[in-house]
C-alpha cells in the first residue's frame, strides 16, 4: 500500500488509505518476529476485537495494522489506549 497516510505507535505501525468500498475495512500484519502462532493469534484477536468495537467511529478508509515487537504482550485495554490515542485525536 503505497498510498495513505501512516501513523506509529510504540507497539503498531498504521496506514489508513481511501476505501473503495465506503466503508471502514481491516488488514493486518503480524510477523513471526513476535512469537509463535499462539502469541501472533492472539494479537491479531486482539486487534480484529478492538476495530469490531469501534468500526462505527472509524472513517469510510482501509486501516492496515502492523504489530511490532513488544505487541504480543499487550492486554486488551493496553491495545485499546494505544490504538484510540492515536487513531481518534489525528483523524
Do not use: C, W
Not at 481491516?26 to 510477523?31: D, E, I, N, P, S
Not at 469501534?54 to 485495554?77: C, F, N, S, V
Amino acid at each position: 500500500m503505497a498510498q495513505g497516510r501512516r501513523l506509529h505507535t510504540r507497539h503498531f505501525g498504521l496506514t489508513l488509505a481511501a476505501s473503495p468500498a465506503g466503508r471502514p475495512r481491516l488488514g493486518l500484519a503480524v510477523t513471526k518476529r513476535l512469537g509463535k502462532a499462539v502469541k501472533r493469534n492472539r494479537v491479531r484477536r486482539l486487534l480484529r476485537e478492538f476495530f469490531r468495537r469501534h468500526k462505527d467511529r472509524l472513517p469510510p478508509e482501509d486501516l492496515i495494522i502492523m504489530a511490532k515487537k513488544g505487541a504480543a504482550a499487550l492486554t486488551y485495554h493496553q491495545v485499546q489506549e494505544e490504538l484510540s490515542r492515536v487513531l481518534f485525536t489525528r483523524i
